[in-house]
């Protein structure tokens, strides 16, 4: 937050006084208005009254001038402003807190960017567990079916089929062949999954489908 109503009066006619005593006076005077304007920021409460988090305000005066006279009068003055969570600035020192500022800002995105990053990995990491799990039952179960199959398929072969043909040798036949019925030699591959051997990598997923 930046304030830009600092009080300039007496400076001013200090400024335009040709008595020494006088325009030491002002000068005092001066400050004692800037430290009023100090008191009276610190007592509005702008963190209540701004979104976000507010750690100071930045009192303006519009020329170096006005801060070193108020400064020479009341050397406490700056760390009295700081105290109450005012910093006073003037143009040549105002230009550099605000690139401060803005790098911190910066600083802060880029932190937030990471984090978010970091926590979109996890979560996508997490899916893919899940997912991988899943389809590791699928693969099972697609072998315990080629399995099932295989042995319902010797049944036939062994079991059945030999019968069955007796009919066509006793006459009875449909006059159809009864084919051959082949087993199911592929089974499905396994889910190969390399874990990482350091936490903030993220481990590489092999998923080979089931051959046809």
């Not at 020494?20 to 008191?39: C, F, I, N, P």
């Not at 996890?122 to 567990?129: A, G, K, N, T």
């Not at 590489?204 to 046809?212: G, K, L, N, R």
Request: with cysteine; hydrophobic share 45%; net charge negative.
């Amino acid at each position: 937050m930046i304030d830009a109503k600092a009080p300039l009066d007496r400076y001013l006619d200090a400024a335009n006084c040709d008595d020494d005593l006088e325009r030491t006076r002002l000068h005092q005077q001066h400050a004692k208005s800037v430290a009023g304007h100090v008191s009276a920021l610190s007592k509005r409460d702008y963190q209540s009254l701004v979104d976000g988090a507010l750690d100071l305000v930045v009192m303006f005066l519009p020329g170096d001038a006005y801060l070193a006279a108020a400064a020479s009068a009341q050397p406490s003055l700056i760390e009295d402003a700081w105290a109450k969570g005012i910093v006073l600035a003037s143009p040549s020192t105002l230009l550099g807190f605000l690139r401060g500022v803005a790098l911190g800002w910066r600083e802060q995105r880029i932190a937030e960017q990471a984090e978010e990053v970091a926590r979109t990995g996890r979560e996508l990491h997490d899916r893919l567990s899940v997912f991988a799990g899943h389809l590791d039952k699928v693969g099972a179960s697609l072998g315990r079916a080629v399995t099932s199959y295989n042995s319902a398929v010797g049944s036939l072969e062994s079991r059945v089929l030999p019968q069955a043909r007796r009919f066509s040798d006793l006459g009875a036949g449909s006059g159809k062949d009864i084919g051959l019925l082949v087993a199911v030699d592929a089974g499905s591959r396994v889910l190969n999954v390399v874990e990482p051997t350091s936490p903030e990598l993220m481990p590489p997923v092999s998923i080979e489908t089931t051959p046809a």
